[in-house]
């Protein structure tokens, strides 16, 4: 299996601007996570989803972020706009329902100008 | 909510030393418990795992850590350590839901 693929590796852009950011899960895992990791706050969980559909996003930091999961294979984080303070590495992961092993893509770096 | 605490931020040993992690957690209910590895630059890697049994884990590299439910502790240890082991460390829990909470990581630095 290939894992968790994450796209872009890195993103650079200005403030202002529309972000987003792609995970392909392991195929078979029902459940999907984004994470954001920052030197002052570790890592934090923005939003997980279950079968395609979000459980929880509480962790998501305001109205600027959004997720969606349309299909068992694919999800997106979107920054519109996007902010400086939004400069991170941005995880995705998956598990299966039947364990609670999480599995994380390469990350995406992102740097907001 | 739970919380995850990792002792120490940053550790700098030489090889062969020895190592150990602590990591502590809050939750007194029945928890699943992890250690993660990130290399430098790299995503983060299931280094061991605990859901029940014995509460001595093996993991890959060399890693084991030990679960003591009476002190909440879930702490990492190798024997000798390489060069290859500098990486950054994460202690996660989680409570029966897929939600993992992570420890604020510790820094391994291994002097050649």
């Known amino acids: 299996d290939a894992g968790v693929i994450q796209s872009p590796r890195h993103e650079v852009t200005e403030m202002g601007q529309e972000v987003t950011l792609r995970c392909k899960p392991i195929s078979g895992h029902d459940y999907l996570f984004w994470y954001r990791q920052t030197m002052m706050r570790g890592l934090e969980l923005l939003i997980y989803?279950?079968?395609?559909?979000?459980?929880?996003d509480s962790g998501m930091p305001e109205d600027r972020f959004s997720a969606k999961m349309p299909n068992a294979s694919f999800s997106t984080l979107k920054i519109q706009p996007s902010e400086p303070r939004d400069s991170a590495v941005y995880f995705c992961a998956s598990s299966t329902s039947g364990g609670a092993t999480q599995y994380f893509g390469p990350g995406t770096r992102l740097l907001v100008l | 909510a739970q919380s995850v605490s990792q002792h120490n931020h940053h550790v700098i040993l030489s090889e062969a030393a020895s190592l150990e992690l602590g990591c502590n957690y809050s939750?007194?209910?029945?928890?699943?418990l992890f250690w993660y590895v990130q290399y430098p630059g790299q995503h983060l890697q299931l280094l061991l795992k605990?859901?029940?049994?014995?509460?001595l884990v093996k993991g890959i590299k060399g890693f084991e850590a030990e679960f003591i439910k009476s002190k909440f502790s879930f702490n990492l240890r190798k024997p000798s350590v390489q060069w290859s082991d500098t990486a950054e460390y994460f202690c996660a829990v989680n409570e029966n839901d897929y939600k993992l909470s992570f420890g604020a990581g510790t820094t391994v630095t291994v002097r050649a």
């Open positions: 989803f279950n079968n395609n559909v979000p459980i929880d």
């Open positions: 939750y007194g209910g029945t928890v699943n």
């Open positions: 605990y859901f029940s049994g014995d509460p």
